[in-house]
């Protein structure tokens, strides 16, 4: 299982309509490209978690980085699992507020995606799912 974990910045506003269009058109494409993963949106930032098989990842990933609602994508992780984190997700999603993230280390290297440590951002996975 392959996966790949980037943050981007809106280059547009998204407004709850234009949320909820990206988020449709995305859980139909991932289904039938057999990607699961997790959207997060805050603070005009995305960060965003993909996995499935290697080719369609890094598919995705390469449209992700070339649509224009996007702008400085950076990747911060990538690489091989034995399992899938998001297994019955085709996209979940969650808009979150910056009270919610003061304290939250992985929310504050973001602008040092270099630190950004493995458990760091999988907290950070952990309190916006719940």
Known sequence: MYFI??????AIDFNDDLLKSLLIQSRDRNKA???TG???YFD?????LIEGGEDEVKLLYQDICN????????TLKQGERSERYFTDWSMGFKSINNNELDTVEAYRNLQAPTK?????FFNLLKLIAA
Do not use: E, N, P
Not at 116 to 120: E, F, R
């Open 5 to 10: 974990i980037y943050t981007s910045y809106a």
């Open 33 to 35: 490209m057999s990607i």
């Open 38 to 40: 997790m959207l997060f």
């Open 44 to 48: 005009d930032t995305f960060i965003q």
């Open 67 to 74: 649509d224009t609602r996007h702008k400085r994508v950076i």
């Open 116 to 120: 950004l440590s493995d458990s760091a």
